[in-house]
């Protein structure tokens, strides 16, 4: 270094260095992470319930040092050593190794927050995570790669565990890791492909009973982590048909600038931002709409059609509420102008369930299946799982809506509507009512027997 230069470096003020080296560590603009924590006014809501923490499995590096999950690690290298033994490659693991080590750099940038780990802990951390999904969703779907010891698949409770561990947002590794060692330890059969297996598995733990109908083969590009790509298998069907069109974007885009204004300058509501909005399932009931179940429709596609609802059938477990809120928060880090499908879905269960009483009707009518035993702990979830959250600006229901609010509005609608909620909205309601109409007919027909002789007899003298 010249004197002129070391002069200069000298002059630097602390602060200014600071600021340089910090500068030189920020990633190019371009660099985008896929792997993020839940944020904090989201995670409050239910952070007790371990709906984004991993109850037995810590995948990545967020939870990798937590003393409660140290467990499964064990498990991690048997399914290892399992491995290189069937392969015929026991106990050398280079190749492995390599490759990951290879994909370091890359997989670091995924998460959206410094990895601290070193460069070894780091590898043997995806490695070993890599495998461990891998053979796990293999030995569910090929009974011949279990070992008659293997704990994890001889008790139920402890695969379920497992499956809401990697459904969780923050417990994720790069997809392409699971790529790289999927395709370097790939079987022979033709059933062993990473697609298959992955939707085979995404059925499994679908709280919709008819996954596998009205789904196709997804692409494997862009994809992020395992939840992504299970979001992906549960969406992309749906995604393609419920797509609006440019006319209709345009629309969508002014509606949003609209409602930002309004906002800024304080402006009423539009009547677009009321229609977006619809009544409970028992007040839509008592305006004569009718649900149903539908099996053929895609899980996600709602229809509404000459005064009927159709939806297709969802079953709530223990596991649900988890399942939807990871994907929710997945959603949370898109683009605004990506539609957030799961997010929409949760407002309009959200809108339409108020009470336990509408989750009766649900029931009675084979929409819902609840495991839980209890209607009131299904009304509470559903209308948990959108606190702190927005729905996205091309609202997939909004034409569902806006259909329902318009048969509501018919005069007659209102008028049934009203009938039912003040007199028909019990059996004493119904008795009372259909007492005093019997009571009205009464005095009516009374009141006719007791003119007709008078108007005999004065048709008579006329006569005469």
Excluded at 99 to 125: G, W
Excluded at 238 to 262: G, H, L, Q, V, Y
Excluded at 266 to 272: A, D
Excluded at 426 to 443: G, H, K, N, Q, V
Aim: net charge neutral; glycine share 2%.
């Amino acid at each position: 270094m010249s004197e002129t230069e070391d002069h200069t470096s000298s002059k630097k003020d602390h602060v200014s260095i600071h600021i340089t080296e910090k500068l030189e560590k920020l990633p190019d603009s371009s660099y985008k992470p896929s792997i993020f924590r839940v944020s904090d006014e989201i995670r409050c809501v239910n952070e007790k319930l371990y709906k984004y923490r991993p109850k037995v499995l810590a995948v990545g590096p967020f939870y990798h040092s937590n003393n409660r999950l140290q467990k499964m690690e064990q498990h991690k290298f048997r399914y290892l050593k399992i491995l290189l033994r069937r392969r015929n490659e026991q106990p050398s693991v280079d190749e492995y190794v390599m490759a990951i080590r290879s994909l370091e750099e890359e997989a670091r940038k995924c998460y959206a927050e410094p990895i601290h780990s070193s460069s070894d802990d780091f590898v043997q951390m995806l490695l070993l995570d890599g495998i461990f999904i891998i053979e796990l969703i293999r030995k569910y779907l090929f009974y011949e790669f279990r070992e008659d010891d293997d704990a994890i698949f001889q008790h139920e409770q402890v695969f379920s565990q497992l499956c809401h561990d990697l459904m969780l947002v923050e417990n994720q590794v790069p997809f392409f890791v699971l790529e790289k060692l999927f395709s370097m330890t790939k079987s022979e059969s033709l059933d062993d492909n990473i697609p298959y297996l992955i939707q085979a598995f995404a059925f499994h733990i679908s709280p919709w009973p008819d996954a596998h109908k009205n789904t196709r083969e997804v692409s494997m590009e862009n994809i992020d982590h395992l939840l992504g790509l299970v979001y992906t298998i549960w969406c992309s069907s749906f995604a393609e048909t419920s797509r609006p069109d440019k006319a209709e974007e345009n629309r969508m885009w002014c509606s949003s600038f609209a409602k930002m204004m309004a906002c800024i300058f304080g402006v009423n509501k539009t009547e677009e931002e009321k229609i977006l909005a619809i009544n409970s399932i028992t007040e839509l009931q008592e305006a004569g709409i009718k649900f149903s179940k539908n099996t053929q429709s895609h899980f996600l596609d709602i229809e509404f059609t000459k005064g009927a609802m159709k939806i297709p059938r969802f079953n709530v477990s223990d596991a649900t509420e988890s399942v939807l809120k990871n994907l929710i928060a997945y959603e949370h880090f898109f683009d605004h102008k990506r539609t957030k499908y799961v997010t929409d879905y949760a407002f309009f269960w959200d809108f339409l369930i108020n009470s336990p009483q509408d989750v009766e009707i649900l029931r009675q009518r084979g929409i819902v299946t609840n495991l839980l035993d209890d209607d009131k702990m299904v009304s509470r979830m559903f209308n948990g799982l959108c606190r702190n959250t927005l729905m996205s600006s091309h609202f997939c229901y909004r034409d569902v809506f806006n259909k329902v609010n318009v048969h509501c509005g018919h005069r007659r609608n209102r008028w049934m509507a009203n009938l039912r909620h003040n007199y028909f909205n019990s059996p004493w309601a119904f008795i009372s009512f259909f007492a005093a109409l019997m009571l009205l007919l009464f005095t009516l027909t009374q009141t006719v027997f007791s003119v007709l002789p008078y108007t005999k007899s004065k048709q008579c003298i006329v006569f005469c």
